[in-house]
T-cell receptor
Framework: EAGVAQSPRYKIIEKRQSVAFWCNPI?????LYWYQQILGQGPKLLIQ????????DSQLPKDRFSAERLKGVDSTLKIQPAKLEDSAVYLC?????????????FGPGTRLTVT | EDQVTQSPEALRLQEGESSSLNCSYTVSGLRGLFWYRQDPGKGPEFLFTLYSAGEEKEKERLKATLTKKESFLHITAPKPEDSATYLC???????????WGLGTSLAVNP
């Protein structure tokens, strides 16, 4: 079974530039999550989708971050404009459904460096 | 406020030296406690789910236990390949949102 795919793996941009991350979850998984993880900390949930609807985006900085999950499969997370404090690893995860949200499968992450 | 605290922050063991990691929590409406392992440069990998006090789960050298206020991850006779960060998360409330701890960084020396 193929795992969660993410791209790119690494990205370096200057502040005020924009960047986009892509995620393809495990086939058949209805729930998709985007997390931000800063070194030495646990993952911080940015947004959770159930199929193509948003379940929780309470910690998403909506003035600069946006995410979509068209057709309930792939998802894209965008940052525009980026700030220095956005430097982190962005993780995508998926779970079978909402009721199995504790058993999540993570992709390898995208390491973003904002200079 | 829902909170998950892991201790110690870092642990260094000799190969074969058993120990335990702790995850204490205060949440309203516990919807399960989950252990993950994270290797450098990778996303977390799911290990265990615990739902009820007294429940135990085992996988190779790892055993997770749960009480009403905390969970322990026991590592028996660890090997260097067990070196990783171990993350604890709890599901809270009706929306089953995961509250994550900061993790315990485990290093096992040969």
């Amino acid at each position: 079974e193929a795992g969660v795919a993410q791209s790119p793996r690494y990205k370096i941009i200057e502040k005020r530039q924009s960047v986009a991350f892509w995620c393809n979850p495990i086939s058949g998984h209805a729930t998709l999550y985007w997390y931000q993880q800063i070194l030495g900390q646990g993952p911080k949930l940015l947004i959770q989708f159930q199929n193509n609807g948003v379940v929780d985006d309470s910690q998403l900085p909506k003035d600069r971050f946006s995410a979509e999950r068209l057709k309930g499969v792939d998802s894209t997370l965008k940052i525009q404009p980026a700030k220095l404090e956005d430097s982190a690893v962005y993780l995508c995860a998926s779970s079978l459904d909402y009721y199995n949200s504790g058993e999540q499968y993570f992709g390898p992450g995208t390491r973003l460096t904002v200079t | 406020e829902d909170q998950v605290t892991q201790s110690p922050e870092a642990l260094r063991l000799q190969e074969g030296e058993s120990s335990s990691l702790n995850c204490s929590y205060t949440v309203s409406g516990l919807r399960g406690l989950f252990w993950y392992r994270q290797d450098p440069g990778k996303g977390p990998e799911f290990l265990f789910t615990l739902y009820s006090a007294g429940e135990e789960k085992e996988k190779e050298r790892l055993k997770a236990t749960l009480t009403k206020k905390e969970s322990f991850l026991h590592i028996t006779a660890p090997k260097p390949e067990d070196s990783a960060t171990y993350l604890c998360a709890v599901g809270a409330g009706n929306n089953r949102k995961l509250i994550w701890g900061l993790g315990t960084s485990l290093a096992v020396n040969p």
